[in-house]
């Protein structure tokens, strides 16, 4: 099936430093990406939508500035979390889909970052 | 926003066991399909069943689908210790001309061996 890489699996870092998760898919085509934040025993919460070539569209609360998303190629997207303060520890997972009907999303692993 | 909730939010079955899990939605959909989380992981796709479709099945998996009541469930029988995980359903939809999933709230499941 559909493998998608997340890209580190965990990150501990000091307060003010800037995160950069990778998001790959690895054997097709990822014309859309999303990025999700889980809390503990949480739903995933998704935070933005990005398809290749354009600016990531937001969801209501999220802070553009603060989470940098790229989809330069059709096979990666970058998530940076710019600034990190503690309160952004979080699990964050990214997903891929083609542009075919009624496909569905496949899964990173997953981060877990933790600022101190 | 549109989201799918879960029901029961947690289940606790002898191994052996059917587990059977529920969930509803707001808005009409195209499709709705099932992932299921281990703990710390990431997700992966179980099922996806179409909107004209009733009923899925993929080995232990049964997924039905009422689009009337906007409901769907999971079924996985004879259940094994490894089944022990969260599951979601989800519901893309297509506002602004792009398509996004979002997810309920998850039954975490327990299958004691």
């Known amino acids: 099936g559909a493998v998608v890489s997340q890209h580190p699996s965990w990150v501990i870092c000091k307060s003010g430093t800037s995160v950069k998760i990778e998001c790959r898919s690895l054997?097709?085509?990822?014309?859309?990406m999303f990025w999700y934040r889980q809390f503990p025993k949480q739903s995933l919460m998704l935070m933005a939508t990005s398809n290749e070539g354009s600016k990531a569209t937001y969801e209501q609360g999220v802070e553009k500035d603060k989470f940098l998303i790229n989809h330069a190629s059709l096979t990666l997207s970058t998530l940076t979390v710019t600034s990190a303060h503690p309160e952004d520890s979080s699990f964050y997972i990214c997903s891929a889909r083609s542009d075919r009907v009624n496909q569905p999303q496949h899964f990173g692993d997953g981060t877990r970052l933790s600022i101190l | 926003s549109q989201q799918g909730e879960e029901d029961p939010q947690a289940l606790s079955i002898q191994e052996g066991e059917n587990a059977t899990m529920n969930c509803s939605y707001k808005?009409?959909?195209?499709?709705l399909q099932w992932y299921r989380q281990n703990s710390g992981r990431g997700l992966v796709h179980l099922i996806l069943i179409r909107s004209n479709e009733r009923e899925k099945h993929s080995g232990r998996l049964r997924v039905t689908l009422d689009t009337s009541k906007k409901s769907s469930s999971l079924l996985i029988t004879a259940s094994r210790a490894a089944d022990t995980a969260s599951y979601f359903c989800a519901t893309p939809f297509l506002p602004g001309g792009y398509q996004k999933v979002t997810f309920g709230t998850g039954t975490k499941l327990q299958v004691i061996p």
């Open positions: 808005t009409s959909i195209n499709n």
């Open positions: 054997d097709f085509q990822a014309t859309t």
